[in-house]
T-cell receptor, first 113, second 113 residues
Framework: ETGVTQSPTHLIKTRGQQVTLRCSSQ?????VSWYQQALGQGPQFIFQ???????GRGNFPPRFSGLQFPNYSSELNVNALELDDSALYLC????????????FGPGTRLLVL | AQSVTQPDIHITVSEGASLELRCNYS??????LFWYVQSPGQGLQLLLK??????LVQGIKGFEAEFKRSQSSFNLRKPSVHWSDAAEYFC???????????FGTGTRLQVTL
């Protein structure tokens, strides 16, 4: 059974640019959630996708957007990057959207200069 | 809105000593509670979870946690710590919808030999 994978592992961008992060969910999982973890903080919920539809969103601006594909993999897109977007971005998948344990990938570390 | 408090930012214990990491939550309904561990630069690994039933739950690596509704707590314990347990530990509470997880700020565990 393959776990949650994310790509790339590290990324450096400059302010104002756009970035796309990718996540492959664990086999059999149809729900993907994205979290932002700033240095020294706990992860903060960005949004969740269930069967290709957004199923909840945290307190993040619209320049954070996402997609989920028919194979349940997912992308996180961030436009107009700001310095404060520098963080570890974590993807988690779960078997279903409600009351299900979330399994996390290794994360993508984004640095915005 | 739900919240999680981990009052101890940093704890140091000797190898072989017992460990207790504190977690207090705030949530109006029955909580779904989790403990995750994060090694430096890595994603989150699930240690254990509480959904319902027996309030003492067993997890991986010899960890256990006890849910106390009257104290709104879900403390993590281990009877004998190993040097490999050094990591960051996060407590999280989940809601019944959207599987959004709210994390605490984490407790960094240092193990001395």
């Amino acid at each position: 059974e393959t776990g949650v994978t994310q790509s790339p592992t590290h990324l450096i961008k400059t302010r104002g640019q756009q970035v796309t992060l990718r996540c492959s969910s664990q086999s059999g999982h149809n729900t993907v959630s994205w979290y932002q973890q700033a240095l020294g903080q706990g992860p903060q919920f960005i949004f969740q996708y269930y069967r290709e539809e957004e199923n909840g969103r945290g307190n993040f601006p619209p320049r954070f957007s996402g997609l989920q594909f028919p194979n349940y993999s997912s992308e996180l897109n961030v436009n107009a990057l700001e310095l404060d977007d520098s963080a570890l971005y974590l993807c988690a998948s779960s078997f279903d959207r409600i009351q299900e344990t979330q399994y996390f990938g290794p994360g993508t570390r984004l640095l915005v200069l | 809105a739900q919240s999680v408090t981990q009052p101890d930012i940093h704890i140091t214990v000797s190898e072989g000593a017992s460990l207790e990491l504190r977690c207090n939550y705030s949530y109006g309904a029955t909580p779904y509670l989790f403990w995750y561990v994060q090694s430096p630069g890595q994603g989150l690994q699930l240690l254990l979870k509480y959904f319902s039933g027996d309030t003492l739950v067993q997890g991986i690596k010899g960890f256990e946690a006890e849910f106390k509704r009257s104290q709104s707590s879900f403390n993590l314990r281990k009877p004998s710590v190993h040097w490999s347990d050094a990591a960051e530990y996060f407590c999280a509470v989940g809601t019944g919808t959207a599987s959004k997880l709210t994390f605490g700020t984490g407790t960094r565990l240092q193990v001395t030999l």
